[in-house]
Structure formats: structure tokens, C-alpha cells
């Protein structure tokens, strides 16, 4: 067994294992690099597509939209789940990291493959976009560097493995693992179907860039492709809700309503979420009406049925602590009085209801095979997973990191202030942003087109004044969001390097094993008889009215762009 040390945190009570917390800081840190390259290049995006404005040329809007969707979408998010995933194994299971040397082997593989695939998009040949369909390449080193990356994190996510079973080996824990950690687990397991799938078409289509393979088809490339692009997104979906639970314990020291309710959602997201990437490929011609059917009218639905139990049990765990608190007068005192000036909980509230509301709702919509012909290919789309990827995984991220500085990183947190209103000015400009996105997509603006008034076109189309405010507003409500993304950075990195030092607490060569806790007060004093929380009750049916009342508008778009009588 090797020899390591366990701190134990004078402020949170968890104990981190000397390398664990030396990797989840690489990792973490990693990330925020990537965070502010990807927010830089969001402004030229922002500003291109603002009309009025329409700073960069056609060339270069191109390279840089590609260079922020992979930033983004796959270098910070990828890389701040890797720390996760090692917070959820051996800092929650209080054990030592499996194998610190391939951890060290991954982390160094991953920073390689981001820097290749960036150098490869700014020198100009690889501007593929995110999705980088075939026949149109880009060059050999862009699909190099997003393999050596996906190799990096699948050996991440096998070391997050093997420290489960090193836990399960020294007996660090009693019964079943945390459900954090399980939700961490599923995280893993999409994690591994996901990198695998990319692997199945990135490879063949690196062959081709280099000349040993000489084509790859299309529809083969589009539909494998999804099932790493849109499963990418399922990751952040476990990831995200794992720590929603987290900071539920950590602001309220709340308890999960049902244990095994919230295991048997998770394991709906292994079964169905990723069978939901379907919805990216309703307008393909190559793919039959009954795969599609089944894969977005059935599948889907488990997967969505697993989002919904969560915003249920999560803010309910939420008003049951409060409410055991004495925070009982009426529906909603429990969340009046919930602590709104703490970023870690008001960035995570702020990312469940924007996720439902705004990304739930929307994609089921998206995944509905008639409603999928108005918006396929708009401005609605990326409206979309704005919603789910910025407003759900990058704020809970940002939320869990306001937790981590002084606990993980030993620093006081600088501009306290600019912390309380960072969340609210980061997530509700996406809020706006999403929402005027999808309002340009419901008219019908083009998702990638770099000029929608196709100046000096012979056949311009007459796009509606609304058309024109609406990604007028998408530009501002972008500025908004991406200044909110710089007080975040500007917080944390300060605080990195100019925080002031706080005690890292006592070191011991052995771990403390996590004792047995009681079962959930909920369960045992109400049982099914009664509301344990009204309050979530009632937001959940304000939730459903919004989904009717939103399906019944799209199905009235439909009707009018068919002339139906």
C-alpha cells in the first residue's frame, strides 16, 4: 500500500488525500484556463452575430465559434469533471486515489490533445465546427488532439473506478456508497459509452485526414458522432445533479427525500439519456421513422422522467431541512429564507430552475419529431444547450467552486461582494440569452450563418423586424453573461494567488472511516401519508403548466407553417 497523508479541512470536515487534492487542483485549474480562453472567443461571437455590430470577418468567425464550442463544451467542462470525479471518490469515500502516476499520465494527456486541437483551429485549416461533420476535413493534428484528450479522460474516469474499488477494499465506508458518489458513478459510466463512440468515428476520420482511409460515410459519421456530441451533454447532466445534491447537503445539511428513488433516476440517465442524441438527427433522411419514434417518443421520455425526479427531490430535500429548521409559514418561507447571499447555493438554485424551465422544456420539445422541423438547424438550437450545458453544468460548477477555495484550494475568497452577485449576473443574462435565442430560432435564424441579412445576395430573404431585435438582444444578454464569466474568474484566480492563506488543517497517515448515517427523517415521519414539502409541490406544477402551455404553442407554429385549416 503506498504511503500518502490525509488532511483534514478545519472548515468542511472532509479529508482530502495528498494526491487527490493535488490532481483535482491541476484539473480544476486546467479547466478555468480553458473557461477564460472559451469566454474571450465568445465575445467575437456575441458581436458577429449581433447585427447592428458584426465585428469579424466570415474566416475567422468560423475558426473562432469552432475554437469556443470545443473549448467549452469539451476542454472546461471535461476537465472540472475530472476533478469531480476524484472529489467523489476519494475525498467523499475518505480513501486513497488508485493510481496517482496514470492519473498524472491522463491529466498530462488531456492538456496535450487541447493544446493541439487549439493550435490546429487558430492556424485556420480546421474551422469544422463543433460537430466537424466529413466530407468536410480538417486537419490531421484537430482530430489527433481531440483523441489524445478523449484517451486522457477515459483513463480519468478508470482511475475515479479503481479508487471506488480501493475504498470498497479498505472498508472506508459502511454500505452503499454516497449518493453523490453514485451519481459520480453514473457521470463515469455515460463518460466511457461516450469517449468510446467518438472513438469509433474520430479515429476512422483522423485515417482519413491523413490518406489511409478513404472515405467515411456521412450518415454513418452523423449518427456515431451524436452519440459522443449529445452523450457529452449527459455527462454534465450526472455530473451537474450530483452536485446539486452536494451543495443541498453542504448550504441546508439536507438529505436526499428518497435514497432509492434518486439511485433509480440515475440509473435511468445509463439506460435512456443517451438514446436522446436521436434528437439531432430527426431531419435526416437516411434513418428510419420507427428508430426515430422509438429513440425520441419512448427512450427519450425515461430520460426526461429522471430529470423531473430530480428537480423534484433536490429542492424538496431542500424545504424539508428548511422547513425542520422552523422556516414553516406558509408555501414558501422555507425559500425566503434560504441563503440567497451565498453564492454556492444561490448559483445552484439559480442553475436547477433555469435547467428545467428553459433546457428541460425546450429539448423535450426539440426531441418531438414534427416540432423538430420548425427549429432544426436555428439559432433555437444552440438557444437550447445554452440552457442545459451554461445555465445547468457551468454554474453548478462555478456554485461548487465558491465552495472549494477555502476548502480545497486553503484561501479566502477575495471581492466577497462580487461573489454574492456573480451567479445572479452570469445566470440570468443566460436566462435572457437562451430565451431570446430560441424566440430568433422560432422565426427561423440559422444557427452557423455568419451574416443572417445575406448582404449583397440576389435573393436576401426579408427576415421580420423581431427577427433583427431579437439577435440584437441576444448580443447584449451575451455581454451581460460573458462579464458575469470574468467576475467569476477574476474571483477565483484572485483568490488563488492573492487570497489570504487560511489553516490547512491536521495531516495523518491514515484515513477516518465514514460512519453509518441515519436513515432520512422524511421517510420516517411522513411517509407517504402527507406533503413533506408543499412548496416544491406547488413549483412543480407550475413547472408542468409551463410545458403545456409551451408544447400548445409550438403545435400552433407547426400548424401555421403547414397551412392546416
Known amino acids: 500500500m503506498s504511503s500518502t497523508t490525509y488532511r483534514t479541512c478545519p472548515r468542511s470536515g472532509l479529508q482530502f488525500e495528498a494526491n487527490a487534492e493535488k490532481l483535482m487542483l491541476a484539473n480544476a485549474v486546467a479547466a478555468v484556463v480553458f473557461l477564460l480562453i472559451g469566454g474571450i472567443l465568445a465575445v467575437g461571437v456575441v458581436l458577429t452575430r449581433w447585427p447592428a455590430i458584426h465585428w469579424l470577418e466570415a474566416d475567422t468567425f468560423y475558426k473562432v465559434l469552432t475554437a469556443h464550442g470545443i473549448d467549452m463544451l469539451i476542454f472546461w467542462i471535461i476537465f472540472f469533471e475530472i476533478a469531480v470525479l476524484y472529489f467523489c471518490s476519494s475525498t467523499l469515500l475518505r480513501c486513497r486515489l488508485a493510481t496517482p502516476k496514470i492519473a498524472w499520465l491522463a491529466f498530462a494527456l488531456m492538456v496535450i490533445g487541447a493544446i493541439v486541437n487549439n493550435v490546429a483551429v487558430?492556424?485556420?485549416?480546421?474551422?469544422?465546427?463543433?460537430?466537424?461533420?466529413?466530407?468536410?476535413?480538417?486537419?490531421?493534428?484537430?482530430?489527433?488532439?481531440?483523441?489524445?484528450?478523449?484517451?486522457?479522460?477515459?483513463?480519468?474516469?478508470?482511475?475515479?473506478?479503481?479508487?471506488?474499488?480501493?475504498?470498497?477494499?479498505?472498508?472506508?465506508?459502511?454500505g452503499s456508497v454516497p449518493l453523490v458518489t453514485f451519481g459520480a458513478v453514473t457521470a463515469c459510466i455515460i463518460a466511457v459509452f461516450t469517449i468510446a463512440s467518438?472513438?469509433?468515428?474520430?479515429?476512422?476520420?483522423?485515417?482519413?485526414?491523413?490518406?489511409?482511409?478513404?472515405?467515411?460515410?456521412?450518415?454513418?459519421?452523423?449518427?456515431?458522432?451524436?452519440?459522443?456530441?449529445h452523450s457529452s451533454q449527459q455527462i454534465n447532466v450526472a455530473a451537474h445533479i450530483s452536485i446539486w445534491y452536494a451543495v443541498a447537503a453542504i448550504a441546508f445539511g439536507?438529505?436526499?427525500?428518497?435514497?432509492?428513488?434518486?439511485?433509480?433516476?440515475?440509473?435511468?440517465?445509463?439506460?435512456?439519456?443517451?438514446?436522446?442524441?436521436?434528437?439531432?438527427?430527426?431531419?435526416?433522411?437516411?434513418?428510419?421513422?420507427?428508430?426515430?419514434?422509438?429513440?425520441?417518443?419512448?427512450?427519450?421520455?425515461?430520460a426526461v422522467l429522471a430529470s423531473m425526479i430530480h428537480g423534484l427531490t433536490i429542492p424538496g430535500a431542500m424545504e424539508v431541512a428548511q422547513r425542520a429548521k422552523g422556516f414553516n409559514k406558509g408555501l414558501f418561507e422555507w425559500l425566503r429564507k434560504a441563503p440567497w447571499g451565498n453564492p454556492v447555493f444561490s448559483g445552484v438554485f439559480i442553475?436547477?430552475?433555469?435547467?428545467?424551465?428553459?433546457?428541460?422544456?425546450?429539448?423535450?420539445?426539440?426531441?418531438?419529431?414534427?416540432?423538430?422541423?420548425?427549429?432544426?438547424?436555428?439559432?433555437?438550437?444552440?438557444?437550447?444547450?445554452?440552457?442545459?450545458?451554461?445555465?445547468?453544468?457551468?454554474?453548478?460548477?462555478?456554485?461548487?467552486?465558491?465552495?472549494?477555495?477555502?476548502?480545497?484550494?486553503?484561501?479566502?475568497?477575495?471581492?466577497?461582494?462580487?461573489?454574492?452577485?456573480?451567479?445572479?449576473?452570469?445566470?440570468?443574462?443566460?436566462?435572457?440569452?437562451?430565451?431570446?435565442?430560441?424566440?430568433?430560432?422560432?422565426?427561423?435564424?440559422?444557427?452557423?450563418?455568419?451574416?443572417?441579412?445575406?448582404?449583397?445576395?440576389?435573393?436576401?430573404?426579408?427576415?421580420?423586424?423581431?427577427?433583427?431585435?431579437?439577435?440584437?438582444?441576444?448580443?447584449?444578454?451575451?455581454?451581460?453573461?460573458?462579464?458575469?464569466?470574468?467576475?467569476?474568474?477574476?474571483?477565483?484566480?484572485?483568490?488563488?494567488?492573492?487570497?489570504?492563506?487560511?489553516?490547512?488543517?491536521?495531516?495523518?497517515?491514515?484515513?477516518?472511516?465514514?460512519?453509518?448515517?441515519?436513515?432520512?427523517?422524511?421517510?420516517?415521519?411522513?411517509?407517504?401519508?402527507?406533503f413533506a414539502a408543499p412548496g416544491t409541490f406547488m413549483l412543480a406544477m407550475v413547472f408542468l403548466v409551463a410545458f403545456i402551455l409551451y408544447y400548445f404553442i409550438n403545435w400552433k407554429y407547426l400548424s401555421q407553417v403547414w397551412g392546416l385549416s
Not at 492556424?123 to 478523449?150: E, H
Not at 434528437?279 to 421520455?301: I, R
Not at 450563418?449 to 448580443?475: E, I, K, N, R, S
Open 122 to 174: 487558430y492556424q485556420g485549416s480546421s474551422s469544422v465546427m463543433m460537430t466537424s461533420y466529413v466530407p468536410m476535413m480538417a486537419a490531421p493534428s484537430f482530430y489527433a488532439g481531440l483523441i489524445l484528450f478523449a484517451v486522457g479522460a477515459l483513463i480519468g474516469c478508470f482511475v475515479f473506478l479503481g479508487t471506488l474499488v480501493v475504498a470498497k477494499r479498505d472498508k472506508t465506508y459502511q
Open 198 to 229: 467518438g472513438a469509433i468515428i474520430l479515429i476512422p476520420t483522423f485515417l482519413m485526414s491523413i490518406g489511409l482511409v478513404e472515405k467515411v460515410d456521412p450518415l454513418v459519421y452523423r449518427t456515431i458522432w451524436w452519440a459522443f456530441g
Open 351 to 530: 442553475s436547477i430552475i433555469g435547467f428545467g424551465f428553459l433546457g428541460g422544456i425546450s429539448g423535450v420539445m426539440m426531441g418531438t419529431e414534427q416540432l423538430n422541423m420548425i427549429i432544426h438547424n436555428t439559432i433555437y438550437v444552440p438557444g437550447h444547450f445554452h440552457a442545459t450545458v451554461v445555465v445547468g453544468t457551468t454554474l453548478s460548477f462555478m456554485a461548487l467552486t465558491y465552495f472549494l477555495i477555502p476548502v480545497l484550494f486553503k484561501r479566502e475568497m477575495i471581492a466577497p461582494g462580487l461573489a454574492k452577485l456573480q451567479p445572479y449576473l452570469f445566470g440570468l443574462s443566460m436566462y435572457f440569452f437562451c430565451l431570446v435565442m430560441m424566440g430568433a430560432g422560432t422565426l427561423g435564424v440559422s444557427r452557423r450563418h455568419w451574416d443572417m441579412a445575406f448582404q449583397g445576395a440576389a435573393l436576401a430573404y426579408p427576415w421580420p423586424g423581431a427577427a433583427y431585435l431579437m439577435m440584437g438582444l441576444v448580443g447584449i444578454a451575451g455581454i451581460a453573461a460573458i462579464a458575469g464569466g470574468a467576475i467569476y474568474i477574476y474571483v477565483t484566480v484572485g483568490s488563488l494567488l492573492w487570497g489570504k492563506k487560511l489553516e490547512a488543517g491536521a495531516t495523518s497517515a491514515n484515513f477516518t472511516p465514514i460512519p453509518r448515517s441515519a436513515p432520512t427523517v422524511v421517510a420516517q415521519s411522513y411517509g407517504s401519508a402527507g
Open 254 to 302: 439536507a438529505k436526499p427525500m428518497s435514497e432509492r428513488v434518486s439511485r433509480g433516476a440515475f440509473l435511468l440517465y445509463i439506460l435512456f439519456l443517451q438514446l436522446a442524441s436521436a434528437h439531432h438527427l430527426l431531419a435526416d433522411p437516411g434513418l428510419s421513422t420507427g428508430w426515430k419514434v422509438v429513440n425520441t417518443s419512448y427512450f427519450m421520455y425515461f
